[in-house]
T-cell receptor, first 113, second 113 residues
Framework: AQKVTQAQTEISVVEKEDVTLDCVYE???????LFWYKQPPSGELVFLIR??????QNEISGRYSWNFQKSTSSFNFTITASQVVDSAVYFC??????????FGKGTRLSVIA | KAGVTQTPRYLIKTRGQQVTLSCSPI?????VSWYQQTPGQGLQFLFE???????NKGNFPGRFSGRQFSNSRSEMNVSTLELGDSALYLC????????????FGPGTRLTVT
């Protein structure tokens, strides 16, 4: 069975601080996909990134960066110089491609001005 | 291109009633998946429809059902509503059914009183 664990339930940071959201996953599949979604108060899930199991390169997109490590089954997400607009619930998710997304419980990030 | 739309956005029902939620996928997308989000259980997969056929089903009671029409629009129905059915119901569409190309709608927030 697949499982995603986001141990941090809530994180609060002051604006401009860096913050890392942790994600640990479990799967027996050799091919799988990892995702991060952002859910603002409006409720819609906003896609941030997808990474497949064969690509362990870290990725940077503006203030966002992702660290994928198969050795530790982790796919962590870092926001650099956080802003108030980053306040949201962030979900890590896993799929084998043809299977439904399995989500973690989410991490609520509050960025205080 | 218009995104995934869900109607209604908000709904209040009484225990014992039934409810129908609608999801219109992105034009050309043939797969629609439904997810339930509650504070306690998080985001859980309900079912997926592809070309009018249910392709995957999550672990929900038979009170939860769905269907997909020839234009790919999908409806989900919950009969004999319970207080625990209060949730945000999200649908996601994809072109060929691969989760790595899923796009989520804004959700329908259902409150059962």
């Amino acid at each position: 069975a697949q499982k995603v664990t986001q141990a941090q339930t809530e994180i609060s940071v002051v604006e401009k601080e860096d913050v890392t959201l942790d994600c640990v996953y479990e799967t027996r599949d050799t091919t799988y996909y990892l995702f991060w979604y952002k859910q603002p108060p409006s409720g819609e899930l906003v896609f941030l990134i997808r990474r497949n199991s064969f690509d362990e390169q870290n990725e940077i997109s503006g203030r966002y960066s992702w660290n994928f490590q198969k050795s530790t089954s982790s796919f962590n997400f870092t926001i650099t110089a956080s802003q108030v607009v980053d306040s949201a619930v962030y979900f890590c998710a896993l799929s084998s491609g043809n299977t439904p997304l399995v989500f973690g419980k989410g991490t609520r990030l509050s960025v205080i001005a | 291109k218009a995104g995934v739309t869900q109607t209604p956005r908000y709904l209040i029902k009484t225990r014992g009633q039934q409810v129908t939620l609608s999801c219109s996928p992105i034009s050309g997308h043939r797969s629609v998946s439904w997810y339930q989000q509650t504070p306690g259980q998080g985001l859980q997969f309900l079912f997926e429809y592809f070309s009018e056929t249910q392709r995957n089903k999550g672990n929900f009671p038979g009170r939860f059902s769905g269907r997909q029409f020839s234009n790919s629009r999908s409806e989900m129905n919950v009969s004999t509503l319970e207080l625990g059915d209060s949730a945000l119901y999200l649908c996601a569409s994809s072109l060929g059914g691969k989760v790595y190309e899923q796009y989520f709608g804004p959700g329908t927030r259902l409150t059962v009183t």
